[in-house]
């Protein structure tokens, strides 16, 4: 799976099967091999897995078929639009994105708890270097189609994790900016 690879509303997720791994030993949540080794080496690097639980990784297009049909059905449409992805739309189809949250009594599956602080601020800062960008920020939902989402990760890879940080990008503008004349002349000649 090309680790830039764009889902949304508007662009459907490849059919191919990504090469999967469980993110760690004993999970049941499987990511892409590159962003399961990126995220096990992160979560390493601020002791993540004594606080942070992953709470969905990748997902078949009938598992996504049912996490919107029950959300429909219990959180109705307003709410389903703005956090869960039509079916063949989700960027958890790629296997590069992941759902993380503060491990506790009442982690809730669609929104779990991902604070600006503690562990995961740690997790979240150093995030870039180990591949991972926040996916759907404040102030970017008229881009993403996304609300907020401080749970929500995805893996871009090292290189363009840390320039889409540097620029302030969220992946729509950052594939824009790659295909515009200075993003390309920065891939070229090696410094991305
Ligand atoms: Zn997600």
Redo the contacts with the bound molecule.
């Keep these: 799976m090309n680790p830039l690879v764009l889902v949304n509303g508007s662009h459907a997720c490849p059919e191919e099967r990504p090469e999967l791994l469980a993110v760690c030993a004993g999970s049941e949540v499987m990511l892409e091999r590159q962003a399961a080794l990126g995220l096990g080496a992160l979560m390493e690097k601020v002791d993540g897995w004594r606080f942070i639980t992953p709470v969905?990784g990748w997902r078949s297009f009938e598992e996504q078929e049912e996490i919107y049909r029950r959300s429909m059905a219990e959180n109705g449409e307003t709410f389903t639009r703005q956090y869960v992805a039509r079916p063949g739309h989700s960027?958890?189809q790629t296997g590069l994105?992941?759902?993380l949250g503060l491990s506790g009594p009442a982690l809730d599956f669609i929104r779990p708890n991902f604070p600006y602080e503690g562990v995961c601020q740690r997790f979240r800062t150093l995030a870039a270097d180990f591949g991972f960008v926040e996916r759907y920020p404040a102030g970017k939902e008229h881009l993403t189609g996304i609300a907020h989402?401080p749970?929500?990760f995805r893996y871009v890879g090292q290189a363009h994790a840390r320039r889409m940080g540097e620029l302030g990008l969220v992946l729509e503008e950052y594939l824009d900016w790659l295909n515009a004349g200075e993003g390309s002349a920065a891939w070229e000649s090696g410094h991305i």
């Design positions: 969905s960027e958890h994105a992941i759902d989402e749970w929500h």
